[in-house]
């Protein structure tokens, strides 16, 4: 069966300072690949996503960026953090055959920026 | 753009009862995908139920059915025999099959569980 990991679970950074937050997959082959952000009392916003190894598409403008550098693995990254930055993050894949297939999210990782 | 609205922030049910949450949605496609999520304290977002807009028949796993109303666009979760560990928030989730990967959520329902 296929398993999502997040990591770390809890990061708390201060504004300036650089970000890296880890996702990999297991169990399965050649995945599309998201990052969400969840703000306080909201739903959930598609920052990045991923069809194949170094495919990345942005879906909104901010300091933040993601990379694939394997086919199960995905990093988001920043180089500094603001403090608007802080939210809960999860990571989802989907199978590859079509973008239609439901996504599994991870457990996420919650980032306090202060 | 799709737009996903969940009209209920909060609703209280007691165990082994039977609990709706509502869903609109606003689209002019006729090809979609609609999805229930549960996010429990722990956060993490667990799929409950998906819907294919072509399929006329509403989608059920064991406990969990919708009311999958196309013209109306109007797609409602079905809770049925409530247990306590389905306090969570439950998020309505749609999905373009013409354009984009992104995932459209609602805000939410907070649902608690009585004993």
């Known amino acids: 069966s296929q398993t999502i990991h997040q990591w770390p679970a809890t990061l708390v950074q201060p504004v300036g300072s650089p970000l890296s937050l880890e996702c990999t997959v297991e169990?399965?082959?050649?995945?599309?690949l998201y990052w969400y952000r969840q703000a306080a009392g909201r739903g959930l916003q598609l920052l990045f996503y991923?069809?194949?190894?170094?495919?990345i598409s942005s879906e909104v403008p901010q300091n933040l960026s993601a990379s694939r550098p394997q086919d199960r693995q995905f990093i988001l990254s920043s180089k500094k953090l603001l403090l608007s930055d802080s939210g809960f993050y999860l990571c989802?894949?989907?199978?590859?055959?079509?973008?239609?297939?439901?996504?599994?999210f991870g457990p996420g990782t919650r980032l306090l920026v202060l | 753009a799709q737009t996903v609205t969940q009209s209920q922030p909060e609703m209280s049910v007691q165990e082994a009862e039977t609990v709706t949450l509502s869903c609109t949605y606003d689209?002019?496609?006729?090809?979609?995908?609609l999805f229930w999520y549960k996010q429990p304290p722990s956060r993490q977002m667990i799929l409950v139920i998906r819907?294919?807009?072509?399929?006329?028949q509403n989608a059920t796993e064991n406990r969990f059915s919708v009311n999958f109303q196309k013209a109306a666009k109007s797609f409602s979760l079905k809770i049925s025999d409530s247990q306590l560990g389905d306090t969570a928030m439950y998020f309505c989730a749609f999905m373009s099959s013409n354009s984009g990967y992104a995932l459209n959520f609602g805000k939410g329902t907070s649902l608690l569980v009585t004993p």
């Open positions: 819907q294919e807009a072509y399929k006329q």
């Open positions: 169990g399965t082959s050649n995945p599309n």
């Open positions: 991923s069809v194949g190894i170094g495919q």
């Open positions: 689209t002019s496609e006729s090809n979609y995908y």
């Open positions: 989802a894949w989907s199978s590859g055959v079509d973008k239609q297939e439901t996504q599994y």
